[in-house]
């Protein structure tokens, strides 16, 4: 009888953990201005101040330079770049933002994306989804519902139905924009449902829902742009109140 295979290692997994909890703090750090008014640490010092070694950080290091936040030079070492060189497509970079001190701003800068985007990608579900694609939809709008009689979180399900609707599109950019849908719509949502002082309307996803179903791409594409119009006009008061 053979012996028993030994189970794998788990140092590369502790490795990996290490590193993506060394790039969120980081990254976070670096978001929230903390080397506004100081030079950022070399990797020794990192690895110093984080307790990790040096291959760690330098990985944590190379992947924040890929978000756009750091950037290595000759003789000036690791730098931190400036904001308008992130890349706000990048789901960590995206959450850093949300979790700082909180932006009316970001977040109409966001639905203003939406509004470009969605739309189309509802009128695309309507006329090239199939039907898993549609029943995921669907799942999408029942989710809601429950959520309205408490048997369903407001907001995953609320998300699962753009989620799905951006999947039915079968463009494969309107799909990969799910990450930044998904990780920006959980601020944006709990935020406008507070303005509201309830959820979000049924009967507007249903118009949605309803002309993906009939395969009426001009009806979906207006009943997005309208739901997301109710945001962008929620969150302008907002920023107005704000002022």
């Known amino acids: 009888m053979s012996p028993p295979e030994s189970p794998a290692p788990a140092a590369p ?12 703090r980081i990254g976070r750090a670096i978001v929230t201005g903390q080397y506004l008014e100081r ?7 990192l690895a110093k101040q984080h307790g990790v070694s040096r291959s760690v950080t330098r990985e944590a290091v190379k992947m924040l330079t890929a978000k756009g936040l750091l950037s290595a030079r000759p003789r000036q070492g690791t730098i931190v770049q400036p904001a308008s060189s992130w890349n706000l497509f990048d ?5 850093w933002l949300l979790e ?15 509004v470009a985007i969605e739309p189309e990608a509802a009128a ?3 006329l090239r989804s199939d039907d898993a694609d549609r029943a995921a939809i669907t799942a999408g709008l029942v989710r809601m519902t429950a959520a309205e009689r408490g048997d369903d979180d407001p907001l995953e399900s609320d998300i699962a139905f753009h989620v799905a609707i951006l999947n039915a599109s079968k463009n494969p950019f309107y799909q990969q924009f799910r990450d930044v849908v998904e990780t920006a719509l959980r601020t944006s949502i709990r935020f406008t449902n507070r303005i509201k002082g309830r959820n979000a309307s049924i009967d507007d996803h249903a118009v949605v829902h309803d002309a993906i179903q009939q395969r009426d791409g001009d009806a979906a ?19 107005d109140k704000a002022g």
């Open 13 to 24: 997994i502790l490795g990996r953990n290490l590193t993506y909890g060394m790039l969120d």
């Open 39 to 45: 030079s950022f640490p070399t990797e020794a010092e």
């Open 91 to 95: 789901t960590d970079v995206l959450r």
């Open 100 to 114: 700082r001190q909180f932006s009316v701003d970001l977040l109409r800068h966001f639905n203003e994306l939406r």
């Open 124 to 126: 695309l579900a309507a």
């Open 221 to 239: 594409r207006a009943g997005m742009r309208h739901l997301i119009g109710e945001v962008l006009q929620l969150i302008e008061g907002a920023g």
